[in-house]
């Protein structure tokens, strides 16, 4: 597609379901990542994949967040047991591989645990 | 750990003025690349203007330009004639070699007045 595309835009879920986020990047980029971002707060790195593979998982806060990429595009966020403290935007972006090039962000999606 | 700094969180400038953001950041990397990110109320993260830490040039995208000084580790945005389309949360973001990755500020809010 022409840019990122997330889904869904928004969700409100319960506290203690789960909830899955899709990420589909752009054509072609081989680099995908996911980050947070807390009302008012900045971005919080989660993940990064180059591929299918991540090397760099990090950011996951905890047991409860997964996340996965098939065929080297479509990567789905995964958290189990949804607590409020979940509750943001997530932001998924994608570049072509190599150092340095120049990330492209999705529009988000705006998880509401109530 | 790189860290990237933005000291002023919110500033306000009338129309057509100029503005400068402040950013700094730490590294004791030699090459790296800059980036300025504005996020408008949509949530859209668009990039404003990107720059390789091994140019010397200052990089400049139409209104904005920045100013990069390597030693002191100091990037700042410089956005002439503003406009109301200017109004934006920005964010100033520092790629990190080897673990892949863009490590963000807290972000400024700007508002342009009319």
């Known amino acids: 597609g022409a840019g990122v595309s997330q889904s869904p835009s928004n969700k409100v879920t319960e506290k203690g379901k789960d909830v899955e986020l899709r990420c589909d990047p752009i054509?072609?980029?081989?680099?995908l990542y996911w980050y947070r971002q807390s009302l008012g707060q900045g971005l919080e790195f989660l993940i990064y994949?180059?591929?299918?593979?991540?090397?760099?998982k990090s950011g996951l806060p905890s047991d409860r967040f997964s996340a996965e990429r098939t065929g080297g595009s479509v990567s789905t966020l995964t958290i189990q047991r949804t607590q409020q403290e979940d509750s943001a935007v997530y932001l998924c972006?994608?570049?072509?591989?190599?150092?340095?090039?120049?990330?492209?962000f999705g529009e988000g999606s705006w998880l509401t645990v109530v | 750990a790189q860290t990237v700094t933005q000291s002023q969180p919110e500033m306000s400038v009338q129309e057509a003025e100029t503005v400068t953001l402040s950013c700094t950041y730490d590294?004791?990397?030699?090459?790296?690349?800059l980036f300025w990110y504005k996020q408008p109320p949509s949530r859209q993260m668009i990039l404003v203007i990107r720059?390789?830490?091994?140019?010397?040039q200052n990089a400049t995208e139409n209104r904005f330009s920045v100013n990069f000084q390597k030693a002191a580790k100091s990037f700042s945005l410089k956005i002439s004639d503003s406009q109301l389309g200017d109004t934006a949360m920005y964010f100033c973001?520092?790629?990190?070699?080897?673990?892949?990755?863009?490590?963000f500020g807290k972000g400024m809010k700007l508002t342009v007045n009319p």
């Open positions: 972006a994608s570049s072509l591989a190599g150092y340095g090039n120049t990330i492209y």
């Open positions: 054509s072609g980029h081989t680099a």
């Open positions: 994949f180059q591929g299918n593979s991540a090397p760099d």
């Open positions: 590294t004791s990397e030699s090459n790296y690349y």
């Open positions: 720059q390789e830490a091994y140019k010397q």
């Open positions: 973001a520092f790629f990190q070699g080897g673990s892949e990755k863009l490590v």
